[in-house]
């Protein structure tokens, strides 16, 4: 029976996602304008659904 034969563990390189995105990509502007948008100005506002369970993304950290 064939069978795909994987890396070795001792083999593996993990990188984080921003390591790998290079400054002058897109991205980094697109992140750097997000940044600086006021969300409540443009009338986002965080409202709490239930009690229970976990908060909201952005709450808490």
Do not use: W
């Not at 969300?39 to 808490?60: A, D, H, M, N, W």
């Amino acid at each position: 029976m064939q069978h795909i034969t994987g890396i070795p563990r001792n083999q593996l390189f993990i990188n984080s996602l921003k390591e790998t995105i290079t400054s002058y990509n897109v991205v980094c502007f697109i992140v750097a304008f997000v940044d600086v948008l006021s969300l409540k100005s443009l009338g986002f506002s965080v409202s709490t659904i239930k009690t229970e369970g976990r908060p909201t993304y952005g709450q808490g950290i």
